[in-house]
């Protein structure tokens, strides 16, 4: 994966494990990589996340 990103694995090893958050233009990056559908994806996170959800 980090070869995908061309970044560090310690970066991708982060990701994964929860310990770095990622922003929005590195989910798209992410998603490209990954092959999935960007818009599904949303639709999953927003239909799981509760309507008075605070940040």
């Known amino acids: 994966m980090a070869d995908r990103?061309?970044?560090?694995?310690?970066?991708?090893?982060?990701?994964?494990?929860?310990?770095?958050?990622?922003?929005?233009v590195?989910?798209?990056?992410?998603?490209?990589?990954?092959g999935f559908d960007l818009s599904e994806v949303l639709a999953i996170v927003e239909a799981a996340t509760e309507s008075d959800h605070k940040i």
């Open 5 to 24: 990103l061309d970044c560090h694995q310690s970066l991708v090893a982060r990701i994964e494990s929860g310990q770095r958050r990622i922003d929005v």
């Open 26 to 34: 590195e989910f798209i990056v992410l998603s490209r990589a990954l």
